[in-house]
């Protein structure tokens, strides 16, 4: 038998007033370190800023949400596009990692001076390129966009800045 989710429950007992529910990441880097919201019934607006893109769930039997990713740039560098053919692309919040093609990751190494250790699967700097990384403070901006019907409409561009992937790795 269906059981109804546990936001239906909260909807149907008046706990919260709508089915709908917003999340943000977060950003340990900004503001007060905050490092995500979920807020059930509704959404928090301070997080966010206007914007007019929609972007769909396509369901399949995947049921994951599908963006397309048109260019990656950053500032800063002597790089052009890190993006070498946009394309469609799965985004997964539970995870903390960029699946890009490999040009697109050359392309970065390049521009940043990264070096990828086999052995953790990861990019690795040392104490001197991530000393001129912060020094240099790129901002990387992703410009996204939503698929209808075979083109690509109200796309948007989301930056980050360098301390965006200033990360230290480490055993949960």
Same mark, same amino acid.
Do not use: M
């Given at each position: 038998?269906?059981? =109804?989710? +546990?936001?239906?429950?909260?909807?149907?007992?008046?706990?919260? =007033?709508? !089915? $709908?529910?917003?999340?943000?990441?977060?950003?340990? +880097? &900004?503001?007060?370190?905050?490092?995500?919201?979920?807020?059930?019934?509704?959404?928090?607006?301070?997080?966010?800023?206007?914007?007019?893109?929609?972007? @769909?769930?396509?369901?399949?039997?995947?049921?994951?949400?599908?963006?397309?990713?048109?260019?990656?740039?950053?500032?800063?560098?002597?790089?052009?596009?890190?993006?070498?053919?946009?394309?469609?692309?799965?985004?997964? @919040?539970?995870? /903390?990692?960029?699946?890009? @093609?490999?040009?697109?990751?050359?392309?970065?190494?390049?521009?940043?001076?990264?070096?990828?250790?086999?052995? /953790?699967?990861?990019? !690795?700097?040392?104490?001197?390129?991530?000393?001129?990384?912060?020094?240099?403070? $790129?901002?990387?901006?992703?410009?996204?966009?939503?698929? &209808?019907?075979?083109?690509?409409?109200?796309?948007?561009?989301?930056?980050?800045?360098?301390?965006?992937?200033? !990360?230290?790795?480490?055993? @949960?």
């Amino acid at each position: 038998d269906n059981s =109804p989710s +546990y936001l239906t429950l909260l909807y149907e007992s008046d706990s919260i =007033p709508s !089915l $709908s529910y917003g999340y943000t990441a977060g950003a340990q +880097y &900004r503001f007060d370190e905050v490092i995500g919201s979920l807020v059930l019934g509704g959404y928090d607006s301070s997080l966010f800023e206007e914007n007019n893109i929609t972007i @769909p769930f396509y369901y399949d039997q995947t049921l994951d949400l599908t963006v397309a990713l048109l260019a990656i740039s950053a500032t800063n560098t002597t790089t052009g596009s890190l993006l070498p053919t946009k394309d469609l692309y799965l985004i997964d @919040p539970t995870i /903390s990692q960029l699946w890009l @093609p490999l040009e697109a990751c050359q392309a970065f190494e390049a521009a940043f001076g990264l070096v990828y250790d086999n052995t /953790s699967e990861l990019y !690795l700097v040392n104490d001197t390129q991530h000393n001129k990384l912060k020094q240099q403070n $790129s901002n990387i901006t992703f410009t996204v966009a939503a698929l &209808r019907e075979s083109t690509f409409d109200q796309q948007i561009n989301i930056t980050f800045p360098y301390a965006a992937f200033d !990360l230290q790795v480490s055993y @949960p």
